[in-house]
């Protein structure tokens, strides 16, 4: 079946230092792959997508590239805000044994994101 | 465009007890879904919808119920209230089922079974 698992968290960083959030997958075909951001309190936001390997997701200077070789959409982000702070998930969006999506996304456990001035 | 609207925000029951989760969305689109979120276990699809009068079991179904008799709206029952089902409830909507469509979600609504 499809699976995603991120980094486990939580993340503290300074203000301005560079982020990375690892995230690896296993999926059927080809999937969709997603960032969502969840700030505090609120439900879960798209921050970025790619649909095809080596498409790159880029959304208020966070990024990540799919990398069907590795599996891989790590988030980045250059320098971070303390408005960053937040929950972060990684998802994909596959197809299920029979070829079929329904749309349906598998999560990544979450990272949760602590940005310090 | 209100988006996802889900009620009420916070909820406690006692074990035994059954309650309706409501979601709504008004951006016309087919396909509708519920997940819970646990810490440390992200989110997991318990049902989904792709049009009226259409429905499927996600990947934890049990002890929950859904219906979907218009386009607008996909309420979430409890039958009867576990301690396993303190959660916190996302309904999410997108505009159609291919793997590229982004998905938008609600509030949430937290619920604590006693």
């Known amino acids: 079946g499809n699976s995603v698992t991120q980094m486990e968290g939580p993340v503290t960083l300074s203000e301005e230092a560079f982020l990375t959030i690892n995230c690896t997958y296993t999926a059927t075909g080809y999937p969709s792959l997603f960032w969502y951001v969840q700030y505090p309190g609120e439900g879960l936001q798209l921050l970025l997508k790619a649909t095809k390997a080596d498409d790159k997701g880029s959304n208020k200077g966070f990024e990540a590239t799919y990398r069907k070789e590795t599996t891989s959409f790590h988030l980045e982000k250059g320098s971070v805000q303390v408005s960053d702070s937040a929950v972060y998930f990684c998802a994909l969006s596959g197809y299920n044994a029979g070829g079929t999506s329904y749309g349906k996304l598998t999560f990544g456990q979450g990272t949760i994101l602590t940005v310090h001035p | 465009n209100a988006g996802v609207t889900q009620t009420p925000k916070f909820q406690v029951l006692k074990t035994g007890q059954s309650m309706t989760l409501q979601c709504a969305q008004d951006m016309n689109h087919e396909y509708m879904s519920w997940y819970r979120q646990d810490p440390g276990m992200g989110l997991r699809l318990i049902h989904y919808?792709?049009?009226?009068?259409?429905?499927d079991q996600g990947e934890v179904p049990n002890g929950y119920n859904v219906s979907r008799s218009t386009t607008e709206d996909f309420p979430l029952r409890l039958l009867s209230a576990a301690p396993s089902q303190t959660s916190v409830y996302f309904c999410?909507?997108?505009?159609?089922?291919?793997?590229?469509?982004?998905?938008?979600f609600g509030p949430g609504t937290r619920l604590t079974v006693l």
């Open positions: 919808s792709v049009g009226a009068g259409i429905t």
């Open positions: 999410a909507s997108s505009a159609g089922t291919g793997t590229y469509n982004e998905q938008f």
